[in-house]
């Protein structure tokens, strides 16, 4: 039998989480036919799955890219980015990233948890960096890069029975991947996975 789903019931409950063995993800997982290069050398990236206490829940910030962005535009994802010469981890680069894209001060968060990495078709390996936003701070979408910035419940894109597999073609091939939509935000693909993964580690 699959394992039970639990309720995110407070931060206890996800600290106690993130500090289980979870498995690295990525983009390929539901590909299994993908054969990947020997010795390809992925970037090293972080994003920053910030999270807010609020009277109905927490809840979990994300980002709808900007339309005229080159690469994932108007796709949904967490704010971050690859890891620069001037930062000192993925997990620097996350907080740096999240202040310039939606204006959260690295001070305002406070760092519980990390998953385990995720292999990016675009050749990045992403770590999701989980932190809680400790105080009030005014968002600021970066212009050109960020269209919105938003939030949703945290048990609902925690919670398996939400989540769907769906397909479309990708450079010649059917791909498949996780989507868990909410409301008008059709939320999939790696930033879909990652949060799938950490679904699978709360159980």
Sequence with gaps: MPPVQKTV????????????RGRPSSD???NPETVLPEGRRLRPAGVLAAVTETPTGLQLILTKRSSAL???PGQIAFPGGK???GDADVTAAALREAEEEIGLPRSHVEVIGHLPAHETVTGFVVTPVIGVVARPFE?????????????VPLSHVLNADNFVIEGRRWRGTR???????YGPYYIWGATARMLRAWTDQMT
Excluded: M, N, S, W
């Design 9 to 20: 019931h407070d931060l206890g409950h996800i600290r106690a989480a993130l500090d289980r």
């Design 28 to 30: 390929f997982d539901l």
């Design 70 to 72: 080159k690469h994932h």
């Design 83 to 85: 890891q620069d010469e």
């Design 139 to 151: 968002v600021v979408p970066e212009p050109g890069e960020v269209d919105e910035v938003f939030t």
């Design 175 to 181: 791909r498949h991947y996780y989507a868990v939509p």
